[in-house]
């Protein structure tokens, strides 16, 4: 267990096709546990939410966002990996400059990363499929 452990800010990009959104799915091998997540990531000290988020989209997948619009703010408390973890999660919409992922079905990997980005329908999390963070559904629907 992290000795000096701390509270990460992070900002998350909500990009919808239809009743679908785009997410990365994640393996947490200490789980064995398929589940999905915005893209998006840390905001560095000093720097905007909405500047992170459109940083993290720019360097998870090459593209540039707009109509970047807060959406909410999460409390995600957590066990990953095996590991404890506390984030204050901003919850953005967007939408992305490049119209060809809306229709695109092969969108890569986060380039970071390597883990797979695709479309889900939110229906899916209904239940059969898992999305984090904790409340980013209800969140969604609200």
């Known amino acids: 267990m992290n000795a000096n452990p701390a509270i990460r800010p992070i900002a998350l990009a909500v990009v919808r096709r239809g009743d679908a959104i785009l997410v990365f799915e ?81 969108l890569g990997v986060v380039l970071d990363e390597g883990t797979p980005v695709v479309w889900q329908p939110l229906t899916r999390f209904d239940g059969e499929a898992i999305l984090y963070p904790t409340g980013l559904l209800d969140l969604l629907r609200a």
Not at 47 to 64: K, M, S, Y
Not at 68 to 94: D, K, Q, S, Y
């Open 26 to 106: 994640g393996w947490d091998e200490t789980k064995q546990q398929t589940f999905y997540r915005p893209l998006g990531g840390g905001i560095e000290f000093g720097e905007p939410a909405a500047d992170a988020v459109r940083r993290e989209l720019r360097e998870e997948l090459g593209v540039e966002l707009y109509n970047v619009e807060l959406l909410g703010v999460l409390e995600n408390i957590f066990t990953a990996f095996g590991r404890p973890g506390h984030e204050i999660v901003f919850v953005f919409t967007a939408d992305v400059v490049d119209a060809a992922i809306y229709t695109a079905e092969d």
